[in-house]
């Protein structure tokens, strides 16, 4: 059955990075068929950024305008084992700009929605970006620049306070590296050192 995967979050966190290790990983690693939907052209550095990775790594890519064009760029992909959604960055206040990106994540119908955090970002920071966002039905929370981070009591705070489980923690920039799934014991040794635990 198609897997389908989208990134949300803030601008400045790292999303495109992230869904290219993620893409990456499953079509070198797992040896799955992959497809890359790009949601939204504001951001044209994003595009070229994310059409350059998909041209190196020879993985299919669709760049959606308008909402309505999400199923018409999924059908397309529809023998693709895992489809993975990039979306363009939105700042958390701009909750109409959200709301708009809310609605390609609807008509996606995405099984995972990961919210990408920044782990360098501070709890009150932390606490509007989950709060303005929560329209996007993220069920999934990736931790970014963790490399970044001067502590990690914050990561543990945002978990708790959503109640989202933490799927993926990242380390830096490197494709297809820097990157783990995350787990309990990896966040209470982070957080019990104050450093950064593969």
């Known amino acids: 059955k198609q897997k389908v995967v989208a990134l949300v979050g803030p601008t400045g966190v790292g999303k495109t990075t992230t869904i290219a290790k993620l893409a990456a990983i499953s079509k070198k690693l797992e040896k799955k068929e992959v497809a890359l939907i790009y949601a939204d052209t504001y951001r044209i550095g994003a595009i070229e950024q994310l059409r350059t990775f998909a041209a190196i790594a020879d993985i299919p890519m669709e760049i959606v305008y308008q909402p309505r064009e999400m199923k018409t760029a999924l059908a397309k992909f529809k023998s693709r084992d895992i489809v993975f959604i990039d979306t363009v960055g939105r700042s958390p206040r701009a909750k109409k700009e959200i709301a708009e990106l809310a609605r390609f994540i609807g008509e996606a119908n995405p099984q995972e929605v990961h919210l990408v955090l920044s782990a360098s970002m501070n ?12 329209v996007t039905a993220p069920n999934r929370i990736i931790f970014s620049k963790m490399d970044e981070a001067v502590t990690f009591g914050q990561v543990l705070n945002i978990a708790h306070a959503t109640g989202l489980p933490v799927s993926f923690l990242t380390t830096g920039q490197s494709v297809p590296d820097d990157i783990s799934v995350a787990s309990n014991m990896q966040l209470a040794r982070m957080v019990y050192t104050g450093e950064v635990h593969d």
């Open 123 to 134: 709890n009150r920071a932390l606490k509007e970006v989950t709060e303005n966002f929560r």
